[in-house]
């Protein structure tokens, strides 16, 4: 897909232009703005984040496999009956299963955390657009992805510069 940075002077014109963006098939990739927009949170495209769900599939799987190790090496690979204790005595095994559990469990989010945000990216071809630097001061930019028809393309394009886009630059991938 290809990549247009469409630059605004106002925040009204940038929200309208965000929320107006899935009307013409575009999805919208980020804002960046002088100051925050609360209403500009609700216009963008963002998916649920997946560290969680890893984070608990990694822990859970790294305790079940740890406690699985601990029984299968004191039941059944060298079962030591010591002070009349059944050899099977789960309290004794929760203390290694939870510790890397947890650990594993914070590989996985930080794995996946680097995965869904796309790091180490040192740089963004988007940076090297003319009048970026100027998101900081007092322009309003919106980067949103266009669809592949060239029609779809040209009414995107044109449906921002109506919106009032003051520029509508692509970004090189």
Same mark, same amino acid.
């Given at each position: 897909?290809?990549?247009?940075?469409?630059?605004?002077?106002?925040?009204?014109? !940038?929200?309208?232009?965000?929320?107006?963006?899935?009307?013409?098939?575009?999805?919208?990739?980020?804002?960046?703005?002088?100051?925050?927009?609360?209403?500009?949170?609700?216009?963008?495209?963002?998916?649920?984040?997946?560290?969680?769900?890893?984070?608990?599939?990694? #822990?859970?799987?790294?305790?079940?496999?740890?406690?699985?190790?601990?029984?299968?090496?004191?039941?059944?690979?060298?079962?030591?009956?010591?002070?009349?204790?059944?050899?099977?005595?789960?309290?004794?095994?929760?203390?290694?299963?939870?510790?890397?559990?947890?650990? !594993?469990?914070?590989?996985? #989010?930080?794995?996946?955390?680097?995965?869904?945000? #796309?790091?180490?990216?040192?740089?963004?071809?988007?940076?090297?657009?003319?009048?970026?630097?100027?998101?900081?001061?007092?322009?309003?930019?919106?980067?949103?992805?266009?669809?592949?028809?060239?029609? #779809?393309?040209?009414?995107?394009?044109?449906?921002?510069?109506?919106?009032?886009?003051?520029?509508?630059?692509?970004?090189?991938?």
């Amino acid at each position: 897909m290809t990549r247009v940075l469409a630059e605004f002077a106002d925040q009204r014109h !940038l929200v309208e232009a965000a929320r107006r963006a899935r009307d013409v098939r575009c999805r919208v990739v980020d804002a960046y703005t002088p100051f925050p927009v609360e209403e500009l949170s609700l216009a963008l495209d963002h998916r649920e984040s997946r560290v969680r769900p890893a984070m608990f599939a990694g #822990g859970i799987l790294m305790a079940a496999l740890a406690y699985g190790l601990e029984y299968y090496s004191a039941v059944i690979d060298y079962p030591y009956n010591s002070g009349g204790r059944p050899l099977d005595a789960w309290p004794a095994f929760m203390l290694v299963p939870f510790a890397t559990g947890i650990l !594993l469990a914070g590989a996985c #989010g930080f794995a996946t955390f680097l995965v869904e945000t #796309g790091l180490p990216n040192l740089s963004d071809p988007l940076f090297a657009v003319d009048g970026m630097a100027r998101a900081s001061q007092d322009r309003f930019l919106l980067a949103v992805e266009l669809p592949q028809e060239d029609e #779809g393309r040209s009414a995107a394009v044109a449906t921002l510069v109506r919106l009032g886009a003051i520029s509508v630059r692509e970004v090189e991938r």
